[in-house]
Every structure is written in C-alpha cells, then in structure tokens.
C-alpha cells in the first residue's frame, strides 16, 4: 500500500473561542495580581511590624539615654561645684604663697641686715681688740721700762747703801768727845761745833732734821723704819730739830 501521509490535528487551544481565551487571561492576570499583592502585603506588614519594634527599641533606648544624661547632668553639676572649689583653693593657695613669698622676703631682707650688722659689730669688735692690743702693748712696754727703771733704782739704791756702808765702816772717829743733845733745836756753832758728825739714837725713835728739813730729813731710833745712824757735816749756822735724844759722834 503506498504510504499515505498522516493528517495533523488543529490544537485544541486554536480551536478555543477567543472570548474565552481573553476571559482567561484576565483571570490569570488578576490571580496573578493578587498573589504578589498578597505577598507585597505581607511583606509590607512585616516591615510595619519591624519598624514597630524599633520604634520601641528607640523609645525603651531614648528614656535610657535620658536617664544616663540626667546623671551625667547631675555629675556635670557637681564636678563643676569641686571645680569651683578647686578654683577657691587654687585662689587661696596663690593667697598664701604670695604671703609666703612676702615674708621670705622680709626674712631675707632682715637676714642681710643682721648679716650687715653682724659684720660692723665684728669689724667693731676686731677694731677694738686691735686697739686693746695696741694699748696693751704699749702699757706693757711702759711697765717694762717701768720695771726697768724701778730695777735700776733699787740697784742704784742698794748701790748707794753699799757705798754708805763701807764709808760708815770707814769712819774714823775724830778727836774730840761725843755730844748728847735731847730733844729740842740747837745752832751749829753755838751748841754744837762744827764738823762732820756720826749722829745714833741716845733713847727711843724720833725725827732728825737740819734746817727744817731741807738738809736732812730722817727717822731716827732702832725700830725697823728707822735708821740707828745717820752721818752728815754740820755747819756754822745750821740749825738741828730733835724729836728725840740723840748723840753726835765727830767723825774725820
């Protein structure tokens, strides 16, 4: 048999009315609308939902923060009550600085002047001692000469007493006989001869002068004070004073 060639079918979609077709469409497209529209809702209310809860969040977060600032407000308040405090004693440390450098200065300034015054006082004291010394030496060398001198008197003197001694040792009586005179004033010449005489105590102490004493001028007797002879030239005219009894030797 020769082949005999199939005969297609129309599809059942071409053979649908076009009213239908169109109704379907638009059916299709309005489910299609509500399902995202469904969805879109959803997804809207959740974000409604969210942003709601973060609302909240805010809200819980904000009267948390308000709280917090309050407290810093008030630590704010009273760190600048201990500011100003700080501030005061800053104030009233300078205050007292200043006076404490005031009066180390006025310590300062007394020191230099007890220092100065100090100073004058040893200069003083250095001038004086100097001028002491000087003084002292000076007194020190006058009292050597002094000393000196008073030396050599006592050696002129015991020099003379030596002399003394030996001429009284060498005294050789003269002819003629000793004369006793009591106390009282005599003339030379007329109670008594001239000439050169060894006088000695007759009794007792007393004194012995020859022209009121510008001549001779002695204590006679044997106590310690007194000499117990005593050797002079009588002249003619001279006159003798007698405190006691005396007796005149002639010597040559």
Known sequence: MPDQKE??????????????????????LALSWGVFWGIGL?????????EKLAYEELVNKSAEQSTELKEIEGNLKHSQEEYKEVLTLIDDKNALEEQM??????????????????????QQIKDKEKETGQEIDKFDSQLKEKNGE?????????????ELKAVTGNVEEAKGEPVTLSAGFFDVGKDLPAGRYKVTPASGN?????????????LLGHDELFEEEYVFTADDGDVIELTLSATFTPIE
């Open 101 to 122: 450098k005031t009066l180390t200065d006025d310590i300062e300034t007394k020191e230099e002047e007890n220092k100065k015054l100090i100073e004058e006082l040893q």
């Open 42 to 50: 959803a997804s809207a209310t959740s974000e409604v939902d969210g």
């Open 150 to 162: 008073l030396k050599q008197l006592e050696e002129d003197i015991q020099a003379k007493k030596d």
């Open 7 to 28: 005969e297609k079918k129309p599809s059942k979609w071409k053979t649908v009315n076009p009213w239908l077709k169109w109704t379907a469409l638009t059916i299709a």
């Open 206 to 218: 007393g004194n012995f002068f020859v022209n009121d004493g510008m001549k001779v001028n002695i």
